[in-house]
């Protein structure tokens, strides 16, 4: 008989609700602040961004919160609940007694976790009266994910695309267009912001910072309108706790324990996501170094929690956001342009920063070449290209299998496939170019029996 490679749920036992680890948490986390006062901003000043339910969520102390039906049902759009998959034949490539796991957020159909919040998003938007939506992104995994919750729940959608990806990376764009979203790109005519910028430079390549700056200026000034955050902000990673929610039900379902946790951080919504219902546990049981480590993965060229300050900073590189409390590089970082797009970002996620902060979550980085190399290696054996951002959980995942089998380990390896790489096969290609062949690598990727 041929075994199942992967464990799988029914719609029916798609979460009820979303995971606060804030509930969990011995103290609050430290609150954003307004920047010129450096006094906790109050809930009324987001108001003009943000609907009042997301707002609510943002600060909330509560454990579980529903999941409205509607939201639920869309979920099975996403391909939700996503399987569980078990990496039988990267472990006997590797010759490892480690068992890997991967959850496949890459099976969403606008190929990454983002749409996880993007639905909750749209959603509240559409309840609370909003007719559009304002966003920005940088390689467009975001965008993309926005543009399709939009379109499902009613609304119209802007995305602010930096100009550089506009033109180089097309095929986002597309999709984008698909959905029915407005791609515009940045810096554009369309805010005061991106006009002072294109009457010094014309060809200005745009930066995420920029693209921010115009979403929040165009929505502001447009009524009706509402801007959307794909990471960072608390309400970002507790819809994003479906995928860690699954992810505890399908370790149940055939009685294993992992003994790590891993994800790629860029703001920290995917790893969040997948980690905060294990770490959570782990809080409420009062338990010190039992269970299983957690591993936030970040790459060399952007070390905000491996080299970072963990301080109050702007959320935004044009320094418009409220300041708030987390490993940061500096507002006005210049990212170097790895192809990982979406973990160009100068801070972490507050809450995991904290996590960070208190050792209850370890961060490593990963170089560009050795994260590519990963995912070729996960592509060959496992016939899965993952997105760029991903391969550095399955770098940080084989190198925890390669010591297994050093020390003879029977360990657990877990980590989030957070999307696919089919779009970003530039980056490959490169990699290709520079890197010796698998085979003169470790060999043939042969399955042995
Ligand atoms: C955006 C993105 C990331 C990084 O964002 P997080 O908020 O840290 O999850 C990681 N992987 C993929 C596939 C992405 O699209």
């Avoid at 994003?240 to 920290?268: H, M, N, W």
Wanted: hydrophobic share 40%; proline share 9%.
């Amino acid at each position: 008989m041929v075994e199942p490679i992967r464990v799988v749920l029914d719609a029916d036992e798609l979460p009820k609700s979303w995971y606060n680890l804030p509930a969990d948490l011995p103290e609050p986390l430290p609150p954003p602040l307004d920047p010129e006062r450096r006094e906790p901003i109050g809930p009324e000043a987001l108001e003009p961004i943000f609907p009042k339910e997301l707002i609510r969520q943002e600060v909330s102390r509560e454990r579980f919160l529903p999941i409205p039906e509607e939201v639920r049902e869309a979920y099975l759009l996403l391909n939700r609940p996503s399987p569980l998959q078990r990496a039988h034949r990267l472990e006997r490539y590797l010759r490892t007694p480690a068992r890997i796991y991967f959850k496949r957020e890459d099976l969403s159909p606008t190929g990454s976790h983002k749409s996880n919040t993007a639905f909750a998003q749209a959603y509240y938007n559409r309840r609370e009266g909003t007719e559009r939506l304002v966003t920005e992104t940088g390689a467009g995994q975001w965008g993309t994910a926005l543009a399709l919750a939009a379109k499902q729940f009613g609304l119209a959608c802007t995305v602010f695309m930096v100009r550089a990806s506009y033109d180089q990376k097309p095929y986002r764009r597309v999709v984008m267009n698909l959905y029915g979203a407005e791609v515009t790109p940045s810096p554009s005519e369309r805010t005061e912001f991106g006009r002072g910028l294109l009457a010094r430079q014309p060809d200005h390549p745009g930066s995420l910072g920029i693209a921010i700056s115009e979403a929040l200026e165009h929505a502001l000034g447009s009524p009706g309108t509402k801007y959307a955050l794909g990471s960072v902000l608390n309400h970002v990673l507790l819809h994003q706790s479906v995928i860690g929610l699954e992810a505890q039900r399908q370790f149940e379902k055939i009685d294993v324990r992992p003994d790590y946790i891993i994800g790629c951080v860029g703001g920290g919504s995917n790893f969040a996501g997948f980690a905060y219902p294990f770490l959570g546990e782990r809080l409420r049981s009062g338990r010190g170094e039992d269970g299983p480590q957690f591993l936030a993965v970040e790459p060399v060229d952007i070390p905000s929690m491996t080299r970072g300050r963990y301080e109050y900073d702007f959320g935004d590189s044009a320094q418009r956001t409220p300041l708030l409390k987390m490993y940061t590089l500096g507002s006005s970082f210049v990212p170097s342009p790895i192809h990982a797009g979406g973990l160009r970002y100068h801070g972490a996620a507050p809450s995991l920063s904290a996590l960070v902060d208190r050792g209850l979550v370890r961060a490593i980085a990963v170089g560009e070449a050795e994260s590519f190399e990963a995912g070729r290696i996960f592509a060959a054996t496992e016939g899965i290209v993952p997105a760029p951002e991903s391969n550095h959980a399955v770098r940080a995942a084989i190198d925890l299998a390669i010591a297994a089998k050093r020390s003879g380990e029977p360990t657990t390896i877990a980590f989030n496939l957070s999307g696919g790489g089919l779009l970003d096969l530039a980056g490959y290609a490169e990699h290709l170019r520079d890197a010796p062949t698998l085979e003169a690598a470790a060999g043939p990727v042969a399955v042995r029996a």
